[in-house]
């Protein structure tokens, strides 16, 4: 299991970015991947994720409606849309599957709820800097 984020960068408040996730060694339709961020001083923090077989999608109430987590199994590639960026979206994003057999609904959950997040849960790619800032 690889996953390996990419597009991070420097953006202004208000702009956008997309974030890619490329995966390999498994597919989509078998394992869900969710977006997580960490800024400096804080807990990681889950973002987004769709769920495996039935791709569904939850979001952190701080990005819903400005986030958009989208897939494309024939690449086996995981996006992220940020749009109307804010400087407390800098951070760290990562992308990362869940260890165990859930689907997504767990993790989508933990998400949407904005439970705290276990690290040892979750199969981590290597992160990508978002920095938000005029």
């Known amino acids: 299991v690889q996953l390996q984020a990419s597009g991070g960068g420097l953006a202004q408040p208000g702009g956008s970015l997309r974030l890619s996730c490329a995966v390999s060694g498994f597919t989509l339709d078998k394992f869900a991947i969710g977006w997580f961020r960490q800024a400096p001083g804080k807990e990681r923090e889950g973002v987004a994720c769709i769920s495996s077989n039935r791709g569904l999608i939850y979001y952190s109430k701080s990005v819903e409606g400005r986030f958009t987590i989208s897939r494309d199994s024939t690449k086996n590639m995981v996006y992220l849309q940020m749009n109307n960026l804010k400087p407390e979206d800098t951070a760290v994003y990562y992308c990362?599957?869940?260890?165990?057999?859930?689907?997504?609904?767990?993790?989508?959950?933990?998400?949407?709820?904005?439970?705290?997040?276990?690290?040892?849960?979750?199969?981590w790619g290597q992160g990508t800097l978002v920095t938000v800032s005029s």
């Open positions: 990362a599957t869940p260890r165990n057999s859930d689907t997504g609904v767990a993790m989508g959950m933990m998400i949407s709820r904005g439970l705290p997040i276990y690290d040892r849960l979750f199969d």
